[in-house]
């Protein structure tokens, strides 16, 4: 079961084409023929700052008992996906033929598909002078590419020290294993997207995430302006993911596109 997220009616048809389920975020409008983060037990009143995670706490609450073990289960978006081969294309001829359909029998050995990663080194120094000033005030050492951390880049986009804070939050067992990680590397899996066949593991993540993003909330609220701090939820646990599933499960790395097939609708 593959669940495509989505902000936008219009994608509907595409998506199904694509034999995925859609999912509608939010109070967008959206046909009956979309599933919904907004029924049931719900947070959909925080999607402006949880972003997907909405949803997730939508299947964790209502349908993840329902479905059968041993159940195939991933989450994609409008302009992130799977790729079909573990070889990701240079360029995307035929979308639809890139993207994955079928389990691949390299998944067997392993609890968990992330995708790629994404390198946070080769941020333009333009970026860092527009962005970054105290964050590199903190750090002097991020003049160099392979100082720039997950925490530094945390810290320029959504939030000096916001990071750490939200940290500090965390249980025992994770708190300084999470802040280790943060520090000591310069890239994470992307996407806030994984697939797994395991309820119990999903479960547990979901358990703690929403645990951790919730006592979060005591610090930093929803008076949040701007898109870097109105999402610090959905950031936070962007973060969280890699370093949780790695730490807990048997990992497996995926190649993930992007491609704006909302843009291809509008043409």
Known sequence: QMYCLAIDDSLKNKIKELNYIPVGLGNYKFSEEWLRDNTGENISNKNSYYGEYTF???LWKNQLNQIPENTWIGFCAYRRFWSKTISKPKKIIKFEKEIIQTVDDRWKNYDVILGDKIDLTHIKWIKVLKYGKISFLRNPYVIFNSKRNIRFH???FHGNGYLDKAINLLSEKDREDFRNFTI???SYNQGNMFITKSKSIMKRYYEEVFDWLEKCESIFGFDLHGYEKTRIYGFLAERFLPYWFNKY???FEWPIL??????ENEN
Request: aromatic residues 34%; without cysteine.
């Open 56 to 58: 997730h706490y939508w």
């Open 154 to 156: 945390f810290d320029m």
């Open 184 to 186: 000591n590397n310069s």
């Open 249 to 251: 499960t048997k990992v």
């Open 258 to 263: 992007f491609y704006d097939f909302k843009k």
